[in-house]
């Protein structure tokens, strides 16, 4: 009997699987980026036949890229086009534009100085613990299981 | 002449004539209905929509940037068009707002739209915060000229701390909080969606729900500790009925229960209790999320550490606060505590909110435009004609402009 004894802590912990550094920043910046999210869903009207009010997004983009050479400023509202740049994309250019003297890059705010304050990710209390396997924070026991069984490993970025 | 005054904000627009008392607040976003596939809203046709549940919104903001052209144009085609505004392009000067560090090409684009697609007359191209401190000088020069003013603009997309000597932004000490009240909006509603229902679709609602109830608290810990309470001891939680645009046409807080705390019938409710001021809490501590920057407090202390030692107590004793998150109850009150307790004892504070900090931009829009100096700030169409985008360039950058 005595050799079958075994700590189920021990066993428990051999088996748990735990996200390394990189998984946890990359699941800190994934959340970050949802807080910047305008719509959570795809668009609702993504099926529909647009009718001819409606913008026809992905059409002008087409037609762009299509159209080899366009004379210059002949149309109207291909200013649309022209100056169709994503943020990254003009935040690059003003890298290159604009390396020194205040820009929008400059003027972000430093990091704070005083320590990061945590609060459970169950329930928005201040905690006092991390999860071991994930890094999130929890208050107590209760609030532990219900981060496991809901949150901890079971979607991984 | 009219003068047209747009305050082109990333969560709404603030647009009216000069001569208008108050500007029209236009959503600056097409919205799609989930439950009405007939149709889109442009801008304020959002008011005609009697379902704002699970609104799917096509922004031209990005990270507070006008990236979106397409969309922007069809909410300003909206807003020019005799439904709104009814302007006579020809015979009208405008007054376009643009953030701090606009992109260059940003700003041509809106050169190029105001002069060539519309027509309009001339341009003038500026800041919310720098017409808020023009207004707040003028309003003031009453009780002695003002050396400096600092302007808190906490609107949608970000924050900004801007120092202003006399009427002339200080470029290299302007500080960026990136929290604004969507960041607030789509955390408010992760939280909610994963302790109580799934709101990740109603930004509408939820938005409004923190209108409703969220406040900056002035006693964090303090307040933390009255949301663990349970019963009537604790004085935070409040139940709030989600709207259902069939019987229930607006969210809003259910009276103090009589009979249990159960919701009865078909109503959903969201109990708020902590989520009411910790979600706020993102603007004094971008860092309880994991955005690593300072919060708006520490932010303006950065700010002054970064003018003129002179200066600094003149910025410190004429604070000025504006945008959509003012609003929030507390805000002052949470920001003059912070900076009290970390500025130093020599210094006096002052700080203050105008009536309405929303529209408090667009008003100083409009008493700029009878500035004897406004018509030589301007380009005319004429000049852009001629000179294109330099002459914009020269007139309207912030670092060109030498202090007066």
Same mark, same amino acid.
């Given at each position: 009997?005595?050799?079958?004894?075994?700590?189920?802590?021990?066993?428990?912990g051999?088996?748990?699987r735990?996200?390394?550094?990189?998984?946890?920043?990359?699941?800190?910046?994934?959340?970050?980026?949802?807080?910047?999210?305008?719509?959570?869903?795809?668009?609702?009207?993504?099926?529909?036949?647009?009718? *001819?009010?409606?913008?026809?997004?992905?059409?002008?983009?087409?037609?762009?890229?299509?159209?080899?050479?366009?004379?210059?400023? *002949?149309?109207?509202?291909?200013?649309?086009?022209?100056?169709?740049?994503?943020?990254?994309?003009?935040?690059?250019e003003?890298?290159?534009?604009? *390396?020194?003297?205040?820009?929008?890059i400059?003027a972000?705010?430093?990091?704070?100085?005083?320590?990061?304050?945590?609060?459970?990710?169950?329930?928005?209390f201040p905690?006092?613990?991390?999860?071991?396997?994930?890094?999130?924070?929890?208050?107590?026991? *209760?609030?532990?299981?219900?981060?496991?069984?809901?949150?901890?490993?079971?979607?991984?970025? | 002449?009219?003068?047209?005054?747009?305050?082109?904000g990333?969560?709404?627009?603030?647009?009216?004539?000069?001569?208008?008392?108050?500007?029209?607040?236009?959503?600056?976003?097409?919205?799609k209905? %989930?439950?009405?596939?007939?149709?889109?809203?442009?801008?304020?046709?959002?008011?005609?929509?009697k379902?704002?549940?699970? #609104?799917?919104?096509?922004?031209?903001?990005?990270?507070g940037?006008?990236?979106?052209?397409?969309?922007? %144009?069809?909410?300003?085609?909206?807003m020019f068009?005799?439904?709104?505004?009814?302007?006579d392009?020809?015979?009208?000067?405008?007054?376009?707002?643009?953030?701090?560090?606009?992109?260059?090409?940003?700003?041509?684009?809106?050169?190029?739209?105001?002069f060539?697609?519309?027509q309009?007359?001339?341009?003038?191209?500026?800041?919310?915060?720098?017409?808020?401190?023009?207004?707040?000088?003028?309003?003031?020069?009453?009780?002695?000229?003002?050396?400096?003013?600092?302007?808190?603009?906490?609107?949608?997309?970000?924050?900004?701390?801007?120092?202003?000597?006399?009427?002339?932004?200080?470029?290299?000490?302007i500080?960026?909080?990136n929290?604004?009240?969507?960041?607030?909006?789509?955390?408010? %509603?992760?939280?909610?969606?994963?302790?109580?229902?799934?709101?990740?679709?109603e930004?509408?609602?939820?938005?409004?729900?923190?209108?409703d109830?969220?406040?900056?608290?002035t006693?964090?810990?303090?307040?933390?500790?009255?949301?663990?309470?349970?019963?009537?001891?604790?004085?935070i939680?409040?139940?709030?009925? #989600?709207?259902?645009?069939?019987?229930?046409?607006?969210?809003?807080?259910?009276?103090?229960?009589?009979d249990?705390?159960?919701?009865?019938?078909?109503?959903?409710?969201?109990?708020?209790?902590?989520?009411?001021?910790?979600?706020?809490?993102? #603007?004094?501590?971008?860092?309880?999320?994991?955005?690593?920057?300072?919060?708006?407090?520490?932010?303006?202390?950065?700010?002054?550490?970064?003018?003129?030692?002179?200066?600094?107590?003149?910025?410190?004793?004429?604070?000025?606060?504006?945008?959509g998150?003012?609003?929030?109850?507390?805000?002052?009150?949470?920001?003059?505590?912070?900076?009290?307790?970390?500025?130093?004892?020599?210094?006096?504070?002052?700080?203050?909110?105008?009536?309405?900090?929303?529209?408090?931009p667009?008003?100083?829009?409009?008493?700029?435009?009878?500035?004897?100096?406004?018509?030589?700030?301007?380009?005319?169409?004429?000049?852009?004609?001629?000179?294109?985008?330099?002459?914009c360039?020269?007139?309207?950058?912030?670092?060109s402009?030498?202090?007066?």
């Amino acid at each position: 009997m005595a050799d079958k004894r075994e700590s189920v802590r021990i066993k428990d912990g051999q088996q748990m699987r735990i996200l390394d550094e990189a998984a946890r920043r990359r699941r800190q910046r994934k959340a970050l980026e949802a807080l910047e999210k305008d719509n959570f869903s795809e668009d609702p009207h993504a099926d529909l036949k647009m009718s *001819k009010k409606a913008p026809k997004f992905e059409e002008v983009m087409e037609t762009a890229s299509t159209s080899g050479p366009k004379k210059k400023r *002949k149309s109207r509202g291909d200013f649309k086009l022209r100056y169709r740049k994503s943020f990254a994309a003009l935040l690059e250019e003003e890298h290159m534009l604009n *390396k020194d003297g205040p820009s929008y890059i400059t003027a972000c705010a430093p990091p704070s100085k005083f320590p990061d304050r945590h609060f459970c990710a169950v329930c928005g209390f201040p905690s006092a613990y991390t999860c071991v396997q994930c890094g999130a924070r929890y208050c107590c026991v *209760k609030c532990l299981g219900t981060h496991q069984d809901t949150r901890c490993l079971k979607y991984t970025a | 002449m009219a003068t047209l005054i747009l305050d082109n904000g990333a969560g709404t627009a603030k647009v009216g004539f000069s001569t208008d008392n108050e500007p029209r607040i236009i959503p600056n976003c097409v919205t799609k209905a %989930k439950n009405v596939r007939t149709r889109i809203f442009i801008g304020d046709q959002i008011d005609e929509c009697k379902d704002l549940s699970s #609104l799917y919104y096509l922004l031209p903001f990005q990270k507070g940037f006008l990236v979106n052209w397409e969309i922007e %144009k069809q909410v300003w085609d909206r807003m020019f068009s005799k439904d709104v505004c009814q302007v006579d392009f020809n015979e009208t000067a405008i007054i376009v707002t643009e953030p701090f560090f606009n992109f260059p090409s940003v700003g041509e684009a809106i050169n190029e739209v105001i002069f060539e697609e519309y027509q309009f007359q001339s341009l003038h191209r500026t800041q919310a915060p720098t017409l808020s401190c023009y207004k707040h000088q003028k309003d003031k020069e009453t009780s002695g000229s003002l050396f400096g003013t600092l302007v808190v603009e906490s609107g949608y997309s970000f924050s900004h701390i801007v120092p202003f000597l006399k009427n002339k932004p200080l470029k290299e000490a302007i500080v960026r909080v990136n929290v604004g009240g969507k960041v607030l909006t789509n955390h408010l %509603k992760e939280v909610i969606s994963y302790r109580q229902l799934m709101v990740m679709d109603e930004t509408y609602v939820i938005n409004q729900m923190k209108e409703d109830v969220c406040y900056v608290s002035t006693h964090f810990n303090k307040d933390m500790n009255i949301a663990r309470l349970k019963g009537p001891l604790n004085t935070i939680s409040r139940d709030y009925i #989600l709207p259902d645009y069939t019987h229930i046409k607006r969210g809003h807080v259910r009276p103090p229960p009589q009979d249990g705390g159960k919701s009865k019938g078909d109503e959903q409710m969201i109990r708020m209790n902590n989520e009411r001021f910790s979600v706020p809490e993102l #603007l004094f501590k971008p860092s309880d999320v994991g955005i690593q920057e300072m919060g708006i407090s520490e932010g303006i202390m950065h700010c002054l550490s970064l003018v003129e030692t002179e200066l600094a107590p003149h910025l410190l004793n004429n604070v000025v606060i504006t945008g959509g998150n003012a609003l929030l109850p507390g805000f002052q009150d949470r920001l003059y505590q912070d900076v009290r307790s970390m500025a130093s004892d020599d210094y006096d504070v002052g700080m203050s909110t105008p009536k309405n900090p929303i529209t408090y931009p667009w008003h100083a829009g409009c008493d700029f435009s009878l500035d004897p100096n406004f018509p030589s700030m301007c380009v005319s169409r004429h000049e852009y004609e001629e000179h294109g985008h330099n002459i914009c360039s020269q007139k309207f950058n912030v670092s060109s402009t030498s202090p007066s």
